[in-house]
Structure formats: C-alpha cells, structure tokens
C-alpha cells in the first residue's frame, strides 16, 4: 500500500528488546529502489536488481547507530529492527522510487527488575500460565504463536480463523486441548501446565504496517505427586493457622489477587495493602487474614470450620499471569457435647463421692476408741468443711 508523501504515518509502539518489522506492502522488482531514513539519515537501502543492498553503516559511515539490528526482506524490502532500545524511537521514511511513506516508532523502557529482552516466567506442574499480548484484536492485526518454532496458535484479523495446537498444525498434539486463546487480546493460556511445556514461546503480531515479536522463556518445573499434594491441599484443625504460599518473590508492579471460591479476599499491588475488600469477605474472616508483602502468601489464623473451601492465587504481570489453586480442609476439635452447666454438676457429685468415701474410713477407724461420732457435711457456696463433733457417755 503505498501513501502521497506526508499524507498519513503508522504508529508503532514496542517494548525495549522486542522485534519490529516495518512492511512496504509490495514485491521488489526491477524497476523498484527501496529506501529507509531514519530522522532523515539513509539506514537502509535496496535497488530493484539487487545490485545495491545495504544497512546502517554499509549505507552511510557516518552512522553506527543500529550495530547489525537492521535486516532487509530481499523480497518485499521491509525493514527488520531486532533486539530495539529507547534510543530506537522515532521517525522512519520508507521511500519507493519517488512514492514516500512514514513510520513513527516508539520504544518504550522497561522498569528495572520487572522485564528482560526475554520475559522468563516459571510456574510448577498443574498452574495455568497466561501469556499476554499487549494488544487488542482489530481488523488489522493477525497473531500467531510459536513453541520452539512449531506454530501452536493463531487468531487472524478478522477472527474467521482460530486454531490450537493441532488444529494449527496437524504433525504436534503436544498440548491435548490444553491451550486457549483469548479472542479480544489474542493472549496465549496454557492450563494444566506439565514439564514437557518448558521452552520458547514466541508471539508474533502481523498487521499492515508492521510486525511485532515477543519472546517468553518458560520453564515448568516438576514435582512428585505427593509434593504438589502437600502444596495445594492443605488439612488444618479449628483454630490452628494455615500458610498459602505463592511459590514467588513479588517483583515491582506484579499484583496479586486472592480468592476463596471466586470472592475476592485479599490483594496486594502497589501500597497499601489491602486485604478483605469485600463484604462477604469482612464478615466471614473478621480480621483473619494477613499477606506476606514480599511474597504475597497468604494466612489464615485461628481457622474455622467454615473456612474450607478452594482458594485461587492470581499472579498478575504485564507480560504474564499465573494462577494457581489451593483446597483448604479445617477439620473440627472433637467437642465433649456437654455444656459448661453440666459438667459443674458432675464435678460436684464426683466431689461428694469422695468425701463420703473419706468420711466411711474415717468412721470406722475411729469406733474402736470409746464414745460415739457423728460427721457433719455443711455445703456453703460449694466450698465444703467437715466439722467432726465427739460424744462422750460415761458408765452407770
């Protein structure tokens, strides 16, 4: 598609260490010379035979900015800047023969301790990772998403063609009805996540202007049955504390969102924290709840039984999000069924049992020596005296 000189510029916005193409639209030919300005200094340049392709330096010595970033479609003449920087940022001019078309790219820095060149993301056997685009699905944009170069995604324009794993490619069944897109961002989900699922995954976003590619590095790391057992299934008993541990170290801008079968419990993002923002929330744990700030795990005090349920853990980042789930048990203290009242009056009886005994020893000790005794039981305010009282009759 080609454009009058200044009548329209793309715009394109990328993240620091991604990959952006810029397409011109056409096949070269013979009569066709492709060449890309950037803030009006020759980066590029293709002729219609071939006989002149250059980038960069190779084009002008005075520049040495892009250091081998630039790569030129023989075919087409699109312009490839990999692995881009802030400093990447703005105007390029693609100029076909005496036809002009503009290009405005922004870079945009990632925040220190959040993203790398490669979003790695880690999650165990049995989570659900979701792999975000950025975008929005529109008429001009097409997605597509590759494992280790094996294309196992696709959602095109105008959503007339969707597929997954198989339906994409019928050589890999690798994922088994395991993997879902979103159809309004076009976000890659991955449920049921298993250790073979560890590798690259790259998104690519193709529309009329330009093409887009983010690389996740994603590793599933195993464990036994037993460990994930002990991890997500948790058995307490009324009034002990339980820890749901989020597996992470909370990074800048990550959030993490709590809920107990789909009420939300308990957030942390930036400060403050929040916890119980809900109603149902505030009369069920009553201030029972606490969050690790650095980790985000949550605890429970002095459970109840009314606590058991299924709690879900989202893990929420601007590149991914994993959410993991954990069932809660609180078994109940075995009660004796006797209400405070009644075991008073048992102890009591217990108490007059004894003394009874204690008074028949007493009694039949003493009937060897002369004169006649008498015990004498006074019950005041349940404290008991025994007061033993001796009568004396003397011979006729």
Known sequence: MMRASGVDTDSVSVMEGDSVTLNTGVQTNQQEEIKWYYNDTIIAHISGNLSVICTDVQCDEDTER???RLKLDHQTGSLTITNTRNTDSGEYKLQININNSSFSITVSSRVSGVDTDEVAVSVMEGDSV??????ETNQQENIRWYFNDIRIAQINRDQSKICTDVQCNEGTERFRDRLKLDHQTGSLIIT???NTDSGVYKLKIISSSSDREKIYNVSVHGVSAAERYEIKRKTVKERESVTLYTGVIRKLNDSITWYFNEILIAEICDEPRKTCTDVQCKERFRDRLKLDHQTGSLIITNT???DSGEYKLLINNSRFRIIKIFSVTVTAVPDSGLSSAAVGVICFAVVILLVAAAAAIYCRHRSKQKGKYYLQLIV???????IVHKKIFKNV
């Open 66 to 68: 892009f250091r081998d």
């Open 130 to 135: 979701t792999l975000t685009t950025d975008v």
């Open 192 to 194: 049921n996540t298993r």
């Open 304 to 306: 109840r039984n009314t």
């Open 380 to 386: 005041q305010n349940i404290n008991i005296r025994f």
